[in-house]
């Protein structure tokens, strides 16, 4: 009987249990507010960008070219003789300044052959003086037996005394060539230079015209470079872009010996034809002095050129990566931080990118990372190309 009563005490607390926990769970439910509607967040899309702030812009034009002499000239002698002189320049790869001797002619044939001039120089000078005195005599006797009148010219000499003069000036002519042939005895430097070619030795006979050695000048050297018509527009180039003797400066690299050098050089002018097959001109930087400095731009070297243009006020270089289209950038203004489509200005497009010349604002970022769906004026999440939240 116990247990029976046990039992149903034991059930009774679990009834009474159950209908607690019932009744505090609906009285917990009800207290409880209701859960509200919620619209999940959109992510905005994110886009790299850089800055593209407009400013003052150098235009720089860029080129290569192989370096060439001002001057190269072949060294001919012109007259003939025995060889009796060679400067120890007068070898391939040898530096000599102007007005040095660089080779000798025997003169001795040529110093004969002045005194020769000058005996044949008195000789028609006695003559002429001699044509003189008989025309003057004939005159006066003239004069006695006509007075009054003129004598003819036979009577006169006229013509013996004109062929007496003419004589006395062809033998000074003579003389003069014979001092301009033992001048020419000596063949000397024409300008500062280095020796690329010789072929001559001592005692060897050369004639007139035979090429002795071929000389280049030092006291500056020059480079052509090919450009697009364009780009000709962009600096001073005397007699072809400006009317003044303004020169653009230029930069000119070379890797010589090794080492990476820089010289500074001038635009001097554009050459006289248009390429007919690339439509491009060709460009000549001179470069003074270019053996100064050591190592020295030798001729030949193939070198890099950059040609300082004129400076745009308002500009600014954006990656080829920005540009859509012709003329359109993506742009995130600083403003609102939204995308909005730009249409702009370009310059020309260079080794540093695409010149932006107008169609910017300030504090504007282009965007460089391609978008799939993009829509003028849309909200953009923007991040600099380095990595930081701009």
Request: net charge neutral; aromatic share 4%.
């Amino acid at each position: 009987m116990q247990s029976k009563a046990q039992i149903i005490l034991h059930t009774i607390l679990t009834l009474v249990i159950i209908t607690a926990g019932i009744v505090g769970f609906k009285a917990l439910k009800s207290s409880r507010p209701a859960l509200a509607r919620q619209q999940p967040q959109v992510a905005l899309p994110m886009v790299r960008t850089v800055a593209a702030s407009p400013g003052a812009l150098d235009m720089i034009l860029t080129g290569e070219g192989t370096v060439h002499p001002v001057a190269e000239i072949q060294l001919i002698p012109e007259i003939g003789g025995r060889v009796v002189h060679i400067s120890p320049n007068l070898v391939n790869g040898g530096t000599f300044a102007a007005g040095e001797r660089l080779i000798a002619i025997e003169p001795a044939d040529y110093e004969i052959a002045v005194t020769l001039a000058k005996a044949g120089v008195q000789d028609a000078q006695s003559k002429y003086e001699l044509a003189r005195q008989e025309a003057e005599a004939a005159k006066t006797e003239w004069q006695q037996l006509h007075p009054g009148t003129n004598p003819p010219d036979l009577v006169a000499k006229k013509p013996q005394l004109e062929a007496a003069l003419a004589n006395l000036d062809a033998q000074r002519a003579s003389l003069e060539r014979a001092r301009l042939n033992l001048k020419r005895t000596e063949i000397t430097a024409p300008f500062n230079g280095r020796v690329s070619a010789e072929s001559v030795d001592p005692g060897q006979y050369v004639a007139p015209g035979q090429p002795l050695a071929t000389l280049y000048c030092i006291d500056a050297a020059e480079i052509v470079v090919p450009m697009e018509g364009s780009a000709l527009h962009w600096f001073a180039v005397p007699g072809f872009t400006s009317d003044t003797d303004s020169r653009a400066q230029a930069s000119v690299t070379a890797v010589v010996a090794g080492k990476k050098c820089n010289w500074e050089g001038r635009v001097v002018r554009v050459e006289g034809r248009i390429d007919e097959k690339t439509r491009m001109g060709n460009v000549v930087i001179r470069i003074p002095e270019p053996y100064a400095t050591r190592p020295p731009l030798a001729i030949g070297q193939f070198a890099e050129v950059r040609i300082q243009g004129l400076t745009l006020p308002e500009a600014a270089v954006i990656p080829r990566a920005a540009l859509h289209g012709e003329n359109t950038v993506w742009a995130v203004s600083a403003e609102d931080g939204r995308l909005y489509f730009r249409s702009v200005d370009i310059a020309r497009m260079d080794s540093r990118g695409v010149v932006i010349r107008g169609g910017l604002k300030p504090g504007d970022r282009v965007v460089v990372s391609p978008l799939k769906a993009v829509t003028d004026g849309m909200q953009v999440r923007a991040v600099d190309a380095d990595g930081g939240i701009s």
